[in-house]
């Protein structure tokens, strides 16, 4: 396998602000990888370094090959690139921001951009200002794919978009990734990248804290579960159930954490006179709060 990425002891300072601390990790061709953390873990200051937005502060960023300092335009050229949050012209339109991005990137196929403005579904004759968020998003979505890339670098892609344009994003990295394309997914969403992605690594308070397939990821999934009975809450019932922990009694309202297959607790819920059950998954911060601050306890 060739390494598209490979990040060695990347550390960056912003004065005595904490980015990102000794990141190692190696991203092969044809995978899509995940990077997964809260907000503020160093998710963006990875990205932007790798880039060559910023300069690190110690250790370098390689991608194809080329240290990211060395060369960035080499690099940028066969790169698309999806910012977090992004700003374009307000007077243009839709399709001339299409066009003068494919124009800086020395042209693309008219064919294969129209064929993404229809998957979209992006009306691009209104100009940039009059787009709500998720239209703009997909205008910076096309932008990264229209040339066809050989890496995609994505920080927090779906932000403002639809369950189903969403659905359509991610069949069309999917296809992206058939035809020779590499992605780097920048997310704080656990089931987005849990869906997604091949590996994961995941950062937190500047280091990472996990690399491994996603597989490996499923020993962080839990769901919160809060359940309302019309007499007594058996608690006793639930605490010995596999999976299930920190249950809670709390104003009537029976809560609880649940690891792996939620089907025992529905089962246990079901012999007692059950007036509401409610069963989400928790936020990525929730996450790491059930589980890393499990360890340093």
Request: a negative charge.
């Amino acid at each position: 396998m060739t390494a598209v990425i490979q990040l060695e002891k990347l550390t960056k300072w912003y004065g005595k602000s904490r980015g990102v601390l000794d990141v190692d990790l190696v991203v092969e061709q044809g995978e899509i990888f995940g990077f997964l953390g809260p907000n503020g873990a160093g998710k963006t200051t990875t990205i932007r370094t790798m880039l060559d937005l910023i300069r690190p502060t110690s250790g370098r960023a390689l991608v194809f090959g080329i240290e990211s300092s060395a060369d960035p335009v080499a690099i940028h050229r066969r790169v698309g690139y999806i910012p977090g949050e992004f700003a374009l012209y307000d007077r243009l339109s839709g399709r001339q921001t299409l066009e003068y991005f494919a124009n800086l990137r020395g042209g693309v196929d008219p064919a294969y951009q129209a064929s993404l403005i229809e998957r979209f579904e992006l009306d691009p004759s209104r100009r940039f200002r009059e787009y709500s968020k998720g239209n703009k998003q997909k205008v910076g979505v096309i932008i990264a794919l229209q040339h066809r890339p050989e890496l995609l670098v994505l920080d927090e892609p779906t932000s403002g978009l639809d369950p189903l344009v969403q659905q359509t994003f991610f069949v069309t990295l999917r296809e992206t990734v058939a035809d020779g394309a590499t992605v780097f997914l920048s997310s704080h969403i656990l089931s987005e990248v849990e869906k997604t992605c091949d590996r994961v690594a995941i950062i937190r308070e500047g280091r990472l804290a996990k690399l491994d397939t996603v597989d490996g990821l499923r020993d962080l999934a839990h769901h919160q579960v809060e359940l309302r009975f019309a007499g007594e809450a058996p608690v006793a019932a639930f605490q010995a159930l596999p999976g299930v922990s920190d249950v809670v009694l709390d104003d009537h309202v029976l809560r609880m954490r649940v690891a792996g297959a939620i089907t025992p607790v529905v089962q246990a819920a079901a012999q007692y006179d059950l007036l509401d059950f409610v069963s989400r998954e928790p936020s990525l911060e929730e996450t790491f709060l059930a589980q890393y601050g499990r360890e340093a306890e």
